[in-house]
């Protein structure tokens, strides 16, 4: 169920940056270090890998904000986005936008994009090398900084301040979409409601973005 709308979101981009076995997106100087002639080099290298994270992180975005996208948004998931909405704006309106985000970006796509193999987007037995790990987590760190609408970048990671003008321009692409989320939702799972007044007698989860397990999905919210 899970799993095809993690391949419209996010599976291209993904399969896209591993296929190109020689793609190198490392932009931390520190571990550059020695591998250019000078600095110049390096800030040029730098530079141009900058772009290419930023290309890969729009067609990442264009793929998840995408209105047909949402409505192939499985209705288990997107039931649990409603739950999180309501309450949110019954508890802690201010939050609202802050925890569609926590939730869907961080507990389920980022997961799909870091650890594809585990998300059924590349076989599980051939999971990426550590550079095409590397890759992805460098991808996902600015997905995560846009979606946190920005807070804190390059706070603990003084290179990843090169993306603040990219951010600053993507920012409202992701609030109109989690605003689109926080909307009325009438095809609510009964199901899921049940589940969600149950959550804290849920079992400890075996996490497993594949079929986006109820009890998985609540429990990794918690964490």
Known sequence: MGKEYLWSTVGDTVRTILSDMDLDLEIDPTKLDGLFEDKAEMDRMIGLRVKAIESFVTLLIVHIVDASSTDKMPNELRTLVSIIASNAKEFIPEMLL????????????????????????????????????????????????????GAAIGKKEDYMEVFVDYIAQQVPVMTDYFTRLAQPYKNIDPHVELVAAQRDKLPDPHIDVRDFALADLFEMHRV
């Open 98 to 149: 802050q925890l569609i985000d926590g939730f869907l970006i961080l507990r389920v796509f980022s997961p799909a994009i870091v650890a594809p193999e585990s998300a059924g987007i590349v076989p599980a037995e051939m999971p990426p090398s550590p550079r095409g790990r590397r890759n992805l987590i460098l991808v996902a760190k600015v997905l995560q900084s846009i979606a946190n609408i």
